[in-house]
């Protein structure tokens, strides 16, 4: 909608700056497929096939050519756009080019450079799904936008149902969640190419047509894995971020985090993966202590391979520190989850949504003063007498009076503190002291961990403000896992059947399923059963290309499965 359809109307060529291969064959693919002469250039071709597009691309046969950032000074390239006629720049996942956006790339720094030695400047546009104002503010000063036009169509994704759990056991809830939703394609995200290999072997174990995507693994491999899953022979890829924004696979059910991304852009962006198109999908995050862990782990790591100044160094440290601490909030929020993702990026929305798991089941309000009482005054005690502060996990073994040898080392048996919350779990401890950490009761030091007062603590400690907490009401069986979104379409007969005819014509033209019609596509057309070429016509997502392509088939299929069945 942005630059596809301008690049049609405009004449020459438009100029598509994308940051990954996969990114921008899916989409070359998908424009190939509607009847759009367009093309790309990235350093996974053979130098044959590189000059078969330079060679188009001056002949005028391109309405879109599609670029790395990294080539654009390249010499042929830089030689190609002088010549060309390029009425608009389009710079695709644009929140690359700020060190404040988490895929932060230095060459989307050339871009600006590369339009200014342009002989006519063009149009330029600008375009990402996850930014905050920060980011958005330097998007315009870095790619030098003159005056431009901000529009902000909203963050939010009403078909997806956001939800955080919290297991005992990872792995037998991840089986679970996937076995709920055998007849859906899912993406799991995990923190480690470690992680990848487990879950991946444990999902190929209970017989799910599992593969893998991460940065260890050859090119050669990354893309036959890939493939799988865009083709629909894997129901389930599970990946490190290296997979995040190469997928434009739209019929994607559900997305599981198994660990905790590092920012919630890198979360929204991942599960943004899911519902594309329109459909009712499920983002699912499994969150456990030792993610923060992990995170910060990967955050201690993650300059290692920068040639940064220390300024420098500690600024970027403090920027991710920053974003982890956000989405150790978004885990640990009892609030409303999209609100929550919402406030992250700027965008009003009504206190509750309905549509996330802090939004259903019955919430009361519970008394939990006198606990956070006892939960300040252990975290005041224990940072006096150690002269440092400890991270949540301590603080709850010290308040249920833990046998633990390190308590014992550090003295802190002998705290007043010591043991006054002993009737309740660890989870149930550390539930109070998040509740506390969200409402500002109490500060937390990102990167170590530790927990400190807030100002506002005094007021419950010593001025009888109250503490009341929303707890959910578990069914009497207990809390259960989230299933997937019921759609009675999943049983529509004339829905299946065109499905099946769906995957033979995606056989037959060699491309993914989802680029012959979408789940939304085959759902309108299942509604409507056209019987005519000019009805199929009114299906959503249904032009004159792909009526030519495949309006006979569909018309075909619809009429026997309305002659067997009615």
Known sequence: MCYQIPALLLPGVTIVISPLISLMTDQVMALRQAGVSAGFLNSAQSEAHIRDTYRRAWAGEYKL???????????????????????????????????????????????????????????????????????????????????????????????????VLKPKKKLPALLTLVAQRRDKSGIVYCATRTGVEKVCEALRSAGVAATRYHAGLDEEERRQNQ???????????????????????????????????????????EAGRAGRDGEKAHCILLY???????????????????????????????????RLEAMTGYCKTTGCLRGYLLDYFGQPHPDRCGNCGGCTGEVTL?????????????????????????????????LRGSKGQRLRRLGLDSLSTYGLMAGQSQSEVEARIDYLLEKGYLLHDPAHGGLTLSPRAGNVLFHGERVEIPLKTAPPEGPSLPKAPAESRESDGLFNA???????????????PFMVFSNATLTDMAAKRPRTMAELLTVSGVGEKKAGQYGAACLLTIEEYLNENE
């Open 65 to 163: 050519l599609y670029v790395a950032p990294e080539r654009l000074f390249a010499e042929g390239f830089s030689k190609l756009a002088q010549s060309l006629d390029i009425p608009l720049v389009a710079v695709d996942e644009a929140h690359c080019v700020s060190q404040w956006g988490q895929d932060f790339r230095p060459s989307y720094l050339q871009i600006r450079d590369f339009v200014a030695a342009l002989p006519r400047r063009p149009v330029v546009a600008a375009l990402t799904a996850t930014a905050t104002g920060e980011v958005r503010s330097d998007m315009t000063r870095l790619l030098g936008l003159r005056d431009p036009m901000e529009l902000v169509t909203g963050f939010d994704r009403p078909n997806l149902y956001f939800e």
């Open 227 to 269: 493939d799988e899953f865009r083709f629909d022979r894997a129901a389930v890829m599970v990946a490190t971020n290296a997979f995040g924004m190469g997928i434009d696979k739209s019929n994607v059910g559900y997305v599981i985090h198994y660990n905790m991304p590092k920012s919630v852009e890198a979360y929204y962006q």
């Open 288 to 322: 456990g202590g030792g993610d923060v862990s992990t995170a910060r782990f990967l955050i201690e790591h993650s300059h290692d391979n920068e040639v940064l100044e220390e300024a420098e160094r500690r600024a970027a440290m403090a920027r991710d520190y920053a």
């Open 366 to 398: 519970t008394d939990m003063t006198r606990q956070a009482q006892m939960v300040l005054s252990c975290v005041k005690r224990v940072e006096d007498k150690l002269g440092y502060s400890l991270g949540a996990g301590a603080i709850a073994q010290t």
């Open 498 to 512: 065109l499905r099946k005819l769906r995957t033979r014509l995606a056989q037959r033209e060699k491309v993914p």
